[in-house]
Each structure stands twice: as structure tokens, then as C-alpha cells.
């Protein structure tokens, strides 16, 4: 009996696309300006990244070494990071984005220890809380995407399955968020005779189409792969950086 082929994605292909997707962002906003469709393109790999950050957390052997990672990484990515996004060393009011994944995970910490105790109104409390907390966070730390960037993460969290319901509140809660909440930038185009404006930032909604393709499956992986994956961040905005200081 034949069996029907699925057409899945892995985690290493999830992995690619995003650094891709954010290789164009970085790009377009440093050593290639004027190429919209790049920053465009880029706005798919932080919705990547952020459901691979909730994967992460379920799928690691060790949450302290993972957060471990996390924050090492983030405090290397930091001088990069200040040079590409205000030519400085010393950035303050601009953190990186790892810094917005650390106080997600520090979050979904927070929820599954309330469900592990079993009660329904402090799991509710706890939920809440969270969300609360997950905005001011994100504002006053000033980490990269603010409060949507962490609120992002949390969506990931409380939408994680495949059911229809999962779906349906992750496209309805990435609409609100990169549509409604961060909106910025338009561009006003012709359909059918009628002015239609298409937020740019809502092109991050076309990450659900690989993150709905994931399966489960992680591909291929090994200690190198691992650190490529952490060191491609800090590494290629450094290469930014010196490229456009050249």
C-alpha cells in the first residue's frame, strides 16, 4: 500500500529560512539600502525564530544550559548589534534581539510552573500576568520588537499544536500584533480600481505558512550545527558592521 508524502519542513530548513530572511533585512537596512522587497522578505524571520524559541524550550535536555546559551550569545551580539543599529558601541535605547527571547522563555517559565501545580485560577492568573508583564518588559527594556516581540513568543506558547484553534490564534494574534500594534510603514497600491495600503510589517504573517509546514521533524543536527545556528547572529552583524564602516 502507498503511502501519501506530506509536505513537511524540518527544524534545520526553519533554522535556513530565518537567517536567510533576516540576511535580507540586515542588509537592506545597511550595506544595501533602497530594496524594498528585501526588508519585506525580512520580515518573515522574526516569527520564525520566535516559534523556534518556544520549541526550543520544550525540546531541550537542559533549560539552564539553554538559557545559558541564550544570554551568552546575547551579550556577544551586543557590540555587533550597536555598531550595525547606531554606529556606536554604546546603544541604550536599542537591545538586541536574543534579549527579547530570554524574557519570553523567562515567562513561559513562569506559566508551566503554575501548570505543573494543577490549579486552574492560578494557571489563569499566571497567563495574565504574563501577558501583562511580557509588555512592560518589552517596553522598558528596550529589547528588539519591544513588547510585540515578546508577546510574539508568548503566542507561539499558548497557540502550540496543530489543531484548527491553534491556527486560527496564532494568524488572529500575528495579524493584531505586526498588522495593528507595530504597523509603521504602507505601501498604497491599486486593486481593482480601489486604493488598498498593505502595512509592510504585515508581511511577518507569511511565516506561518513553513512554521504550519513543521512537523516535529528536526533534520540535521549535531554540537556544530547547534552553534551555527547561535553564531550566525552576532557573526554576520559584525561582518555588517565592518563592511559598512569599509
Request: glycine letters at 6%.
Amino acid at each position: 500500500m502507498e503511502h501519501k508524502s506530506k509536505l513537511e519542513i524540518s527544524s534545520m530548513t526553519l533554522h535556513v529560512l530565518a537567517m536567510v530572511f533576516m540576511l535580507c533585512d540586515h542588509l537592506w537596512a545597511t550595506v544595501i539600502p533602497g530594496n524594498d522587497w528585501m526588508t519585506c522578505v525580512g520580515r518573515i524571520a522574526f516569527p520564525i525564530f520566535a516559534f523556534m524559541i518556544v520549541e526550543g524550550y520544550f525540546h531541550t535536555r537542559s533549560l539552564k544550559k539553554y538559557v545559558g546559551r541564550l544570554a551568552l550569545f546575547a551579550v556577544l551580539s551586543e557590540l555587533p548589534f550597536n555598531l550595525v543599529m547606531g554606529s556606536s558601541l554604546f546603544y541604550p535605547i536599542h537591545q538586541n534581539v536574543l534579549w527579547t527571547f530570554l524574557i519570553a522563555v523567562f515567562l513561559i517559565w513562569l506559566n508551566e510552573k503554575a501548570k505543573k501545580k494543577g490549579k486552574l485560577w492560578l494557571r489563569t492568573v499566571t497567563c495574565v500576568g504574563t501577558l501583562c508583564l511580557a509588555f512592560v518588559l518589552g517596553l522598558v527594556t528596550f529589547v528588539d520588537y519591544n513588547h510585540a516581540g515578546v508577546l510574539t513568543v508568548l503566542v507561539f506558547y499558548f497557540f502550540r499544536g496543530r489543531k484548527w484553534w491553534h491556527f486560527v490564534g496564532q494568524l488572529l494574534c500575528l495579524y493584531y500584533l505586526n498588522v495593528e500594534m507595530l504597523s509603521g510603514f504602507y505601501y498604497e497600491v491599486e486593486v481593482l480600481g480601489h486604493s488598498v495600503n498593505i502595512v509592510r510589517q504585515g508581511f511577518a504573517l507569511l511565516a506561518l505558512i513553513p512554521i504550519w509546514l513543521y512537523r516535529g521533524k528536526q533534520g540535521p543536527y549535531n554540537k556544530v550545527i547547534k552553534y551555527v545556528y547561535y553564531g550566525f547572529y552576532p557573526v554576520h552583524l559584525l561582518v555588517l558592521a565592518l563592511v559598512r564602516m569599509l
